[in-house]
Nanobody, 124 residues
Framework: QVQLVESGGGLVQAGGSLRLSCAAS????????MGWFRQAPGEAREFVAA????????KYADSVKWRFTISRDNAKNTVYLQMNSMKPEDTAVYYCAAARTSFEVVNARDYDVWGQGTQVTVSS
């Protein structure tokens, strides 16, 4: 069974940091672009960050640029999202996803495997 499992979510104060992990099982995603998305209550799912298959290229939403860093370790079949200088507006369920291509795509419809999500809450 192919699946992505996120971990590392939790409660943090504004200005703090968290690191999310996304572990893949059932198959390797070493040739796939990977991404992180988030969804706050009552809002649509939005793009956060993406990374290409070998980690050489990344893209970020303007709202998280310079605060969040996406990375990957293909030997461990794992993708990470380091979140620094966190703000209350970062509160959401964060989802990891695998793209159909090897590129760092930003549109959710270009992803076909999704994790179950992990809750991140930033208190003010």
């Amino acid at each position: 069974q192919v699946q992505l499992v996120e971990s590392g979510g939790g409660l943090v104060q504004a200005g703090g940091s968290l690191r999310l992990s996304c572990a893949a099982s059932g198959r390797t995603f070493n040739t796939n672009g990977m991404g992180w998305f988030r969804q706050a209550p009552g809002e649509a799912r939005e793009f956060v960050a993406a990374i290409n298959w070998n980690g050489a290229r990344t893209k970020y939403a303007d709202s998280v640029k310079w605060r969040f860093t996406i990375s990957r370790d293909n030997a461990k079949n794992t993708v990470y999202l380091q979140m620094n200088s966190m703000k209350p507006e970062d509160t959401a369920v964060y989802y990891c996803a695998a793209a159909r291509t090897s590129f760092e795509v930003v549109n959710a419809r270009d992803y076909d495997v999704w994790g179950q999500g992990t809750q991140v809450t930033v208190s003010s």
